[in-house]
């Protein structure tokens, strides 16, 4: 049974860079077949779909947020990593790593980590 | 504020049914499936429905989805209190070329 951890500074200061690992157990991210993604969840509101990556290194991004969004895979881990850039208090949220349903990026996330939660402050 | 249009709250007794809409436009639940996620209190978004009304093994048949045009819907039926979570709708949106999801039903079980 695949399972997905988030890793990572809960605090983090304006301006600086967010940085969070999810490591993946139960399966392997080189077997292809899902892509894997970071989801946001600002307090008491929605969620927020940040971006994608394949175990090739493939990214595909939010266009609200892709100037300042690096997704990475160490498949010698089984992680993958999000970087966001210039971070600001309305970057402060939950942040979940997921896997997709299937192959077809149009089938959204099956399996979620249990979330992290990032604030960012001075 | 979501691209996918959700009433931010709803209720019902236990036993009863009830029934969470959504709403998109043609770039997205127009012309693309539709799944449903539960969040129960302080954990992950479960995945209840995809492709617009199968199961994921496990999720009792007690919940269903539908589809039509530019909305859907969710359908809980034997309601319980077990069932009381936040229920959010996603789907692709050709625009963004991405997921987007609604702002979330708060659902209370009176």
């Known amino acids: 049974q695949v399972q997905l951890q988030e890793s990572g500074p809960g605090l983090v200061k304006p301006s600086q860079t967010l940085s969070l690992t999810c490591t993946v157990s139960?399966?392997?991210?080189?077997?292809?077949?899902?892509?894997w993604g970071w989801i946001r969840q600002h307090p008491g509101k929605g969620l927020e779909w940040i971006g994608y990556i394949y175990y090739t290194g493939s990214t595909y991004y939010n266009p609200s947020l892709k100037s300042r969004v690096t997704m990475s895979v160490d498949t010698s881990k089984n992680q993958f990593s999000l970087k966001l850039s210039s971070v600001t208090a309305a970057d402060t949220a939950i942040y979940y790593c997921a896997r997709t349903l299937t192959y077809n990026l149009r089938d959204p996330f099956d399996i979620w980590g249990q979330g992290t939660m990032v604030t960012v402050s001075s | 504020q979501s691209v996918l249009t959700q009433s931010p709250s709803a209720s019902g007794t236990p036993g009863q049914r009830v029934t969470i809409s959504c709403s998109g436009s043609?770039?997205?639940?127009?012309?693309?499936?539709v799944y449903w996620y539960q969040q129960l209190p302080g954990t992950a978004p479960k995945l209840l429905i995809y492709?617009?009304?199968q199961r994921p093994s496990g999720v009792p048949d007690r919940f269903s989805g539908s589809k039509s045009g530019r909305s859907a819907s969710l359908a809980i039926s034997g309601l319980r209190s077990q069932d009381e979570a936040d229920y959010y709708c996603?789907?692709?949106?050709?625009?963004?070329?991405?997921?987007?999801f609604g702002g979330g039903t708060k659902l209370t079980v009176l």
């Open positions: 996603a789907t692709w949106d050709d625009s963004l070329s991405g997921p987007v």
């Open positions: 043609s770039s997205n639940i127009g012309s693309n499936y």
């Open positions: 139960g399966g392997s991210i080189s077997s292809g077949g899902y892509y």
């Open positions: 492709r617009n009304n």
